[in-house]
């Protein structure tokens, strides 16, 4: 029986040795210590043995069992540790290792110009409106004094959302003039509303079929073409320089009366002629005027106790012009050598 005992021992020993799993681990365990396991059946033949044998094999037997258990906890333990290294070093980190450089992207040459002309206003006293680009044929054209039979509203020159022509895409970003007067309803009013309008044109070095512009607005009493000159003016200059030559020159607009366009004399040519001003000299930056006392009075607005001027400037042509870009296109392109030179 001893011998039985020890070479329990021996076996448990060296297959714990062995061992590579937790659950390796527990098959030994039950097949050495659990109830039905060897060390169990040879003691359970203790009851055959003499009295005076019983006590000796008690205790081989109790020192084999304690020699195993040992060497259980032991194995357990490093196992245990094994795996936690084994995890760690799968979820370590190499600080060493040089990190992916991040591309810092910048503003988009038209966003630059924005900014420019935003703050310039702002520092005027001008409130920022935003508007829809989905506009109602009635805020677009209507209520802006623009004939049902006027040109601008063909279906050649204008996206229909709806077949009643009731909703488009606006043309123009001066329906915000509209929504202006029925937001803020009392005068003075002064804001400025850029954003994207569209026009069914191909697409060439100066024209796209979506554009920018941007609105500005101002109402209050006594407001005359003096303050739109001086206004303009400011803006011109702020954005190409205080030697820039303005030319204003009469236009016709609907909604506006007086009217007229204006230009900035060509900074390539200086006002001789060249291919960038087409020959004349002048480009033409935008238009603008007095607004008309329809759209005043049709707002609710009395154009016997107030007036004012409106404007609205091609955003891509005074970034053009500020930048010195040649094609439109370039804009929208977004080819990165284009855009890293801003
Ligand atoms: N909306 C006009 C255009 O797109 C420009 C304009 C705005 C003219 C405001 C007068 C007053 O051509």
Sequence with gaps: MKQQLEKIRQEALDALGAVKSADELDALRVRFLGKKGELTGVLKMMGKLSAEERPVMGLVANN?????????????????????????????????????????????????????????????????????????????????????????????????????????????????QIRAMERIKNPPIRILAPGRVYRKDEVDATHSPMFHQIEGLVIDKGVTMADLKGTLETLIKAMYGEDSVIRFRPHHFPFTEPSCEVDVQCFKCRGAGCPTCKGEGWIELLGAGMVHPKVLAGCGIDPEIYSGFAFGIGLERMAMRRFQIGDLRMIFENDVRFLEQF
């Design 64 to 176: 084999v069992r304690a020699a195993i258990e040992e060497q259980l906890e032991k194995t357990r333990a490093s196992l245990k540790e094994k795996a936690l290294e084994a995890k760690l070093r799968a979820e370590a980190v190499d600080v060493t290792i040089p990190g992916d450089p991040v591309r810092l992207g910048h503003r988009h040459p038209m966003n630059i110009a924005l900014d420019e002309a935003k703050e310039l206003f702002i520092s005027m006293g001008f409130e920022i409106l935003d508007g829809p680009e989905v506009e109602l044929a009635d805020y677009n054209f209507t209520r802006l004094n623009i004939a049902e039979n006027h040109p601008s509203r063909d279906r050649s020159d204008t996206f229909y959302i709806t077949d009643d022509e009731e909703v488009l895409l606006r043309t123009q970003t001066s329906p915000m």
